[in-house]
C-alpha cells in the first residue's frame, strides 16, 4: 500500500509521513529531500530562488528513487504535486491507495515556518508557496478520487504526538 502525504508547506506533512513510515516499515520518500541533497547545478539554483523544480526533473528524479527500492511500501511527501505528476506516477504503476492531508490554517503555516528557520521561508514566500499548493491540491485529490484513493483530512493543529495519534487512527 502506497500513502501519499499532501499539505501546505510547514504543515507537518514530512514529519508526520516520517512517523508513519516508520512505525508502518514504510519507505518515506520526499521530493524536497531528494532535491535537498541533490548535486545537481539547476536544482541548487532553483532551491535557492525557493522556486519549484520542473516538472520533468521531479518525475524523472522521483521515478530513479521508485525504480531503485520497489513500488509498495512507499509513503509520499511533496510529491506528487500536480495533476501532470499523479498521471506520470500512475503510468510508472505506482497505485496511491490513501492520501492524507495534514490541514493547517496559513497563521499557523507562516509561524511554523519562520521556527522551521530555513533561509527561504520568509513569510511572502510561505505565502506564495502555499497559493500554489492550494492551486494544485484540488487537481491532485480529484485525480486520486477517480483512481478509487481514500481521501483523508487530519487536524494538523496540537502536538506531534496528538497529530500523529490522529494520524495512525486515520490510517487503519
Not at 545537481?40 to 522521483?62: C, F, G, H, S
Amino acid at each position: 500500500m502506497n500513502i501519499l502525504f499532501l499539505g501546505a508547506p510547514s504543515s507537518g506533512k514530512s514529519t508526520q509521513g516520517q512517523i508513519l513510515a516508520e512505525t508502518r516499515k514504510m519507505r518515506w520518500i520526499s521530493s524536497g529531500e531528494l532535491f535537498r541533497q541533490s548535486e545537481r547545478p539547476e536544482i541548487k539554483e532553483i532551491l535557492k530562488k525557493a522556486q519549484l523544480v520542473y516538472d520533468e526533473i521531479t518525475n524523472e528524479m522521483m521515478i530513479a528513487e521508485i525504480e531503485r527500492s520497489g513500488k509498495d511500501g512507499i509513503i509520499f511527501d511533496g510529491y506528487p504535486r500536480n495533476r501532470f505528476q499523479a498521471e506520470t506516477l500512475s503510468k510508472s504503476g505506482v497505485k496511491i491507495a490513501m492520501i492524507v492531508e495534514v490541514a493547517v490554517p496559513i497563521e499557523e503555516i507562516i509561524k511554523r515556518a519562520k521556527e522551521r528557520g530555513r533561509e527561504q521561508d520568509t513569510e511572502d514566500i510561505v505565502r506564495e508557496r502555499v497559493e500554489i499548493y492550494k492551486r494544485y491540491r484540488d487537481e491532485i485529490v480529484d485525480f486520486y478520487r477517480q483512481e478509487g484513493s481514500e481521501i483523508i483530512e487530519i487536524d494538523g493543529m496540537g502536538s506531534i504526538e496528538e497529530i500523529s495519534k490522529k494520524v495512525e487512527e486515520a490510517t487503519r
